[in-house]
Every structure is written in C-alpha cells, then in structure tokens.
C-alpha cells in the first residue's frame, strides 16, 4: 500500500472490490486537493474508471474537507470515471449531501 502526504492530510492507496481505493487520513486544507485531483488523474487515465475514496478517517473541519471532496468527483466525472464514496457518519454524510447540492454534484 502505498502512501502520500499533504500536509497533514495523508493518503494511501489500496483496493476496494478490484477498484483502486484512496484512503484519505486526518485533516484537509484548501491545497491538498491538488494532490488527491493529482492521484485521481494518474488513475483514471491509466485505466481505472472507478475510483473508490475512504472518508472514513477523514476529520471533517470544516468546509474544505467537503469540497475537496466534491472536486475530486468533479475531476473523477470529467475523466469519464465513477466515484464509490465510502463513510461512515451520519453527521458527515448530511453534511456532504448539502456541500454536494451546493456544488451541483450528484452521487
């Protein structure tokens, strides 16, 4: 499994149901979605269609985490790709559901 930083946002990869898996790890800021869109892109272009993110252990400060994540399925679709989100709260998925409709994204 290999791992990445950014700043204090960690990713790692791995497999989810023979799709390639991106775990993402503590807090997010504004910049490191760039690495995550950076992961996502190498991907998709190298073949994987589906991408599945683990949110899990994600600390959910704020806005930014959302909107992270909503660009890395923006840049998944933009690719002709799928997104299998994979969380665990109820307080995160509501509050990922209206970043999403702020963001016009479905899932």
Excluded: W
Aim: one cysteine or more; charged letters at 25%.
């Amino acid at each position: 499994m290999l791992s990445e930083r950014a700043g204090s946002l960690k990713i790692r990869e791995g497999s989810y149901e023979g799709h390639p898996l991106l775990i993402l790890d503590g807090d997010c800021g504004q910049d490191q979605g760039e690495v995550l869109q950076s992961k996502i892109s190498k991907l998709v272009s190298g073949g994987d269609k589906t991408i599945a993110i683990d949110v899990r252990n994600l600390h959910f400060n704020g806005v930014c985490c959302y909107s992270i994540i909503a660009k890395a399925h923006r840049e998944i679709l933009k690719l002709g790709g799928n997104l299998i989100l994979i969380k665990e709260t109820q307080n995160a998925t509501s509050k990922a559901h209206r970043v999403r409709r702020a963001h016009g994204d479905h899932y």
